[in-house]
C-alpha cells in the first residue's frame, strides 16, 4: 500500500488575528505568507519588501561602504584602490538585483526608490566627479598609482564608473518614466495613491545635489581664474613662495615603514609574477 506523501506535511492555516498587534509572532507569519504572492489589486496590509534588494544586510552594508569610502577619499586616499574595488562591487549588485527582479515583476516601486537613493550616495557622487575629470587630467583618478596614463587598471576602472552612472540613469528612467510595456511593478495599488509623494520623498536629496554642483562650478571658476592669471606673460611667482611638491625621501619614509599590501594588490603581484604583460 502505498503511503501519500501529502499526508506528512503539516496543514497550515494562518488567519489574521485583529485583537493582536501586527508585530506578534501569529500576525507576522501570517504576512509573511501573504507576501508570497500578494495580489496585486490589494494593499490592506502594505506593500510587500523585497529582502534581496532593500532588506536589512543590504541597507546596513551599502551604509557602511558608503561612508568608509567617503572616509578614504578624504583621509586615506592610500587606500583608495581597494575600497573603490569594494565600493563599486556594492553598487553593481544592488542595481544588476533591483534590475532582475523589476523585469521578473517582483519589486515594488518603493524598493526601487529605495536603491536609486542609495547608489547616488555623495561618496558616489565625488567618484563620478573625479573620474570625468580624470579624463583630462588622470591625476584626478582616486587611486594611488605611479603611471594612470599608461596603467590598463585605470582605464578599465574608469569605464567601470562610468558604467555605473549610465546604469543609474537608466534606473531612474525605468523607475520614473513609462516602463509599462517593459515590466509592472509588484502590488501597483501600492503606490497608486503615493506616487505623487515620491518625489518629496527625495527632497533631502535636492539640497545635496544643489551643494555639490555649486561647490564643483566655485571650484571651476577658481581654477579657471587661477589659470588665466598665471599665465600672463607678465605673471612671475613671488620671491619666498615655494611650489608644493611631493614629500621628500625622508618624509617619505614615515609613510614606508611597513608594507601596504591589500588583497587587490597582493592579487596584481602575482598575476605580474606570472603574466608579466597582464598591466
Known amino acids: 500500500m502505498e503511503l501519500d ?16 498587534d501586527k508585530n506578534e509572532e501569529a500576525n ?18 502594505g506593500a510587500c519588501p523585497n529582502t534581496d534588494v532593500s532588506g536589512i544586510g543590504s541597507q546596513v552594508s551599502t551604509y ?21 574595488y569594494a565600493h563599486l562591487s ?29 547608489v ?11 573620474t570625468l575629470a580624470s579624463l583630462w587630467n588622470p591625476d584626478y583618478f582616486p587611486i594611488y598609482k605611479e603611471v594612470k596614463r599608461k596603467s590598463k587598471e585605470i582605464h578599465a576602472l574608469r569605464l567601470a564608473v562610468i558604467g555605473s552612472f549610465v546604469f543609474e540613469i537608466v534606473l531612474i528612467a525605468l523607475v520614473f518614466g ?23 520623498g527625495l527632497a533631502w536629496f535636492v539640497p545635496l545635489v544643489m551643494q555639490f554642483m555649486g561647490s564643483m562650478v566655485i571650484l571651476g571658476l577658481a581654477m579657471g581664474v587661477s589659470w588665466l592669471w598665471t599665465s600672463r606673460r607678465a605673471y612671475q611667482v613671488p620671491e619666498g613662495v615655494y611650489t608644493l611638491v611631493k614629500p621628500d625621501e625622508d618624509e617619505e619614509k614615515v609613510y614606508t615603514r611597513t608594507p601596504r599590501v591589500d588583497l587587490i594588490t597582493w592579487t596584481e603581484r602575482i598575476l605580474l609574477d606570472v603574466y608579466p604583460e597582464f598591466m
Open 5 to 20: 506523501p501529502l499526508a506528512y506535511l503539516p496543514i497550515l492555516n494562518f488567519t489574521w488575528d485583529l485583537s493582536l
Open 28 to 45: 507576522v507569519l501570517y504576512r509573511k505568507v501573504w507576501c508570497a504572492k500578494p495580489p496585486e489589486d490589494e494593499c490592506i496590509l
Open 64 to 84: 557602511i561602504t558608503a561612508l568608509v569610502y567617503a572616509i578614504v577619499l578624504l583621509y586615506i586616499p592610500m587606500m583608495g584602490r581597494p575600497m573603490l
Open 178 to 200: 513609462p516602463h509599462d510595456h517593459i515590466f509592472k511593478f509588484s502590488q501597483p495599488v501600492c503606490y497608486k495613491e503615493i506616487e505623487k509623494m515620491l518625489w518629496y
Open 120 to 130: 547616488v550616495s555623495p561618496a558616489t557622487l565625488w567618484l563620478w566627479g573625479l
Open 90 to 118: 556594492v553598487i553593481y549588485s544592488l542595481m544588476i538585483a533591483v534590475l532582475v527582479c523589476m523585469l521578473r515583476n517582483e519589486l515594488t516601486m518603493m524598493d526601487s526608490v529605495f536603491v536609486v537613493i542609495c
